[in-house]
């Protein structure tokens, strides 16, 4: 084959993984969720160590208030504190989901979409239970 | 520690799968622990920082969670970045990054 061919044939090639010339299924939907909610789960990471170094360099005052009223004072942090929730719920859920899979359990289509439903589910229920208790 | 998936990609899946099973366990119980605590002041949770067994787990939690952090990141830069410079990059800051948060946060636990 020409190599120039060849050049041009991969420089026209769309990039893996061709989401865009897919039909969205629950299966790809849950398993584009779980690398999101990963990257949101690090970001919240980072942000807990930054939290942890206020918490140590706060003064006495600020230090005897009740630590999570906070929230309620800014749409942002409730906003937050809802996004960080549900995907730390959907991350756990998901991660048994891989779990079983790898132990060759649950591979079943049926099995696959009532156990991708479960965790939507949990994860809902696990965020307003959450959110409703520090709120 | 390794930058290359294609080398030593098995190790990286079992080190996931491993920190994974330790964070299911770590953050059921901070979740419950932050649940009974969330009318406390920033005193008593400093307070229960200064226990030595919390301190051992809450070292042991927050590393565990920056390694599965960075094998899952990688893990998303290897699949997405074509070019390898870009990628090699990526990988670099990525692994500075989470050993930057991970011994400033052990630092934070600890002392």
């Given at each position: 084959?020409?190599?120039?061919?060849?050049?041009?044939?991969?420089?026209?090639?769309?990039?893996?993984?061709?989401?865009?010339?897919?039909?969205?299924?629950?299966?790809?939907?849950?398993?584009?969720?779980?690398r999101?909610?990963?990257?949101?789960?690090?970001?919240?990471?980072?942000?807990?160590?930054?939290?942890l170094?206020?918490?140590?360099?706060?003064?006495?005052?600020?230090l005897?208030?009740?630590?999570?009223?906070?929230?309620?004072?800014?749409?942002l942090?409730?906003?937050?504190?809802?996004?960080?929730?549900?995907?730390?719920?959907?991350?756990?859920?998901?991660?048994?989901?891989?779990?079983?899979?790898?132990?060759g359990?649950?591979?079943?289509?049926?099995?696959?979409?009532?156990?991708?439903y479960?965790?939507?589910?949990?994860?809902i229920l696990?965020?307003?239970?959450?959110?409703?208790?520090?709120? | 520690?390794?930058?290359?998936?294609?080398?030593?990609?098995?190790?990286?899946?079992?080190?996931?799968?491993v920190?994974?099973?330790?964070?299911?366990?770590?953050?059921?119980?901070?979740?419950?622990?932050l649940?009974?605590q969330?009318?406390?002041?920033?005193q008593?949770?400093?307070?229960?920082l200064?226990?030595?067994?919390y301190?051992a787990?809450?070292?042991?939690?927050?590393?565990?969670?920056?390694?599965?952090s960075?094998?899952?990141?990688?893990?998303?830069?290897?699949?997405?970045?074509?070019?390898?410079?870009?990628?090699?990059?990526?990988l670099?800051?990525?692994?500075?990054?989470?050993?930057?948060?991970?011994?400033?946060?052990?630092?934070?636990i600890?002392?």
């Amino acid at each position: 084959m020409d190599p120039s061919t060849t050049s041009s044939r991969s420089k026209i090639r769309p990039l893996s993984p061709h989401i865009q010339i897919y039909k969205p299924q629950l299966t790809s939907i849950l398993s584009i969720m779980h690398r999101g909610t990963g990257i949101i789960l690090s970001l919240t990471a980072f942000l807990s160590v930054w939290a942890l170094y206020a918490l140590r360099t706060m003064d006495n005052d600020a230090l005897s208030l009740p630590l999570f009223h906070s929230f309620k004072s800014s749409f942002l942090s409730v906003a937050f504190l809802v996004v960080a929730t549900f995907s730390l719920f959907f991350h756990m859920g998901n991660g048994v989901r891989h779990l079983f899979w790898d132990m060759g359990k649950g591979f079943e289509l049926k099995t696959a979409y009532q156990s991708g439903y479960a965790v939507l589910i949990i994860s809902i229920l696990g965020t307003l239970i959450i959110v409703g208790g520090f709120l | 520690m390794s930058l290359k998936s294609s080398a030593k990609g098995h190790v990286s899946w079992r080190h996931q799968r491993v920190t994974a099973i330790i964070l299911l366990l770590s953050l059921c119980f901070i979740l419950f622990t932050l649940c009974c605590q969330r009318h406390a002041s920033g005193q008593e949770l400093l307070h229960w920082l200064h226990h030595p067994a919390y301190k051992a787990f809450a070292f042991i939690s927050l590393n565990t969670l920056f390694y599965h952090s960075f094998l899952g990141i990688k893990m998303v830069l290897e699949d997405y970045i074509h070019l390898k410079a870009i990628r090699q990059a990526s990988l670099f800051v990525c692994f500075i990054v989470h050993l930057f948060f991970a011994t400033f946060g052990s630092i934070l636990i600890l002392f």
